[in-house]
């Protein structure tokens, strides 16, 4: 039986795996801010075809660093309690499977992005990938408690990748949006280590409560969350944004604040998750407050 074949078979039972290797909840966020970035660029409405073969590279091309993600991980993955059921630690897929699967996402989203977008676009989607799926996993992940600050330039691209599809080009404004996801990365990824820090440290990854304590990691919290209240502003002071975007701004910064505050005072995870949950939504619930801002005044 060829591989392909071996795969297409797999495929049909297994689907439910592959869509885990897909990490399905991050990339529909990352293909949100994706999304934004588009739609941001352009003064009207992204032409169908943009909307439909840009979304479509970009969230395959992410899908694929994902499977390359899980592959590079499956012992570290199988020795934590978050992430011990996955496809590749049960054995519920091949390694084979999931790497021709990781490849075939990877091909495919090149091909459209490269013929059907731009090849500036395939180009910055294939960095991306290539910074998480490998640079991230493979090196910043087990060597450096910055790993997440480093790693975090390919999960900021994404608003850059729309704008790029939409237009060809890079813009100042397309930079703005990176740098608001930069920011978000660090209390977003160090509030969760802070509740799962024993299980990272079985696993012997070096994470910034790993190697310098809960409160050392608390107050990086604080002060990156300090940081992004202050960048998320920029798309009003630059005048991307208007007053409605502003509005939406202060208010989820300002509750993120508030946690990271109450993290600091006191420890707990539970604390920490909330955190971190929250961290999930004020990045989807900023972006829908730019796209809001953009459209609802000519509503009006
Ligand atoms: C290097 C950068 C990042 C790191 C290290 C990181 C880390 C994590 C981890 C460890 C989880 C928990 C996953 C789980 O429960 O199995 C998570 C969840 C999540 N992350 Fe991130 N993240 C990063 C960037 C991003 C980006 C760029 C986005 C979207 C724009 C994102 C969106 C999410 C979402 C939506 C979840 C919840 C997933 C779920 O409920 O299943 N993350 N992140
Ligand atoms: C092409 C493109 C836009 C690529 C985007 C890259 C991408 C999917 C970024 C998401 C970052 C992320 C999920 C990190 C968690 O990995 P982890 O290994 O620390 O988490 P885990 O322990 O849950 O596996």
Redesign the pocket.
């Known amino acids: 039986m060829t591989a392909i074949t071996l795969i297409l078979r797999g495929a049909l039972t297994n689907w439910r795996e592959y869509l885990v290797l897909c990490?399905p909840r991050?990339?529909s966020l990352?293909v949100f801010t994706a999304i934004v970035g588009m739609f941001l660029s352009v003064p009207g409405l992204a032409p169908w075809p943009v909307f439909l073969f840009g979304t479509l590279g970009?969230g395959l091309?992410?899908a694929s660093?994902?499977a390359i993600?899980h592959l590079i991980?499956e012992k570290a993955?199988a020795v934590m309690n978050?992430?011990q059921a996955r496809p590749l630690p049960t054995g519920k897929l091949t390694r084979e499977q999931a790497l021709i699967f990781a490849i075939t996402l990877g091909v495919l989203s090149m091909v459209i992005l490269y013929f059907l977008i731009n090849p500036l676009t395939a180009w910055l989607?294939l960095a991306?990938?290539v910074g998480?799926g490998i640079i991230y996993?493979a090196f910043l992940?087990r060597t450096t408690p910055q790993n997440i600050v480093l790693g975090g330039a390919?999960?900021a691209?994404?608003p850059v990748?729309g704008w790029t599809a939409a237009t060809g080009e890079l813009h100042v404004h397309a930079f703005l949006l990176f740098l608001i996801i930069f920011v978000w990365t660090p209390p977003h990824f160090w509030a969760l280590a802070v509740a799962r820090r024993d299980e990272y440290g079985r696993a012997n990854f070096p994470m910034l409560p790993v190697t310098h304590g809960v409160d050392f990691t608390k107050q990086q919290v604080v002060l990156y969350t300090f940081l992004l209240f202050a960048v998320s502003l920029l798309p009003f002071v630059s005048k991307m944004s208007g007053l409605i975007y502003l509005a939406g701004a202060i208010g989820l910064g300002g509750y993120f604040l508030y946690l990271a505050f109450a993290l600091y005072r006191h420890t707990s995870n539970e604390l920490a998750m909330k955190t971190f949950g929250y961290s999930i939504f004020y990045l989807a619930a900023l972006f829908a407050f730019l796209l809001i801002d953009h459209y609802l005044p000519s509503f009006l």
Do not use: E, F, Q
Request: glycine share 8%; proline share 4%.
């Open positions: 990490k991050i990339v990352i970009i091309g992410a660093a994902a993600n991980d993955d978050r992430t989607t991306s990938m998480y996993t992940k390919s999960g691209m994404p990748l």
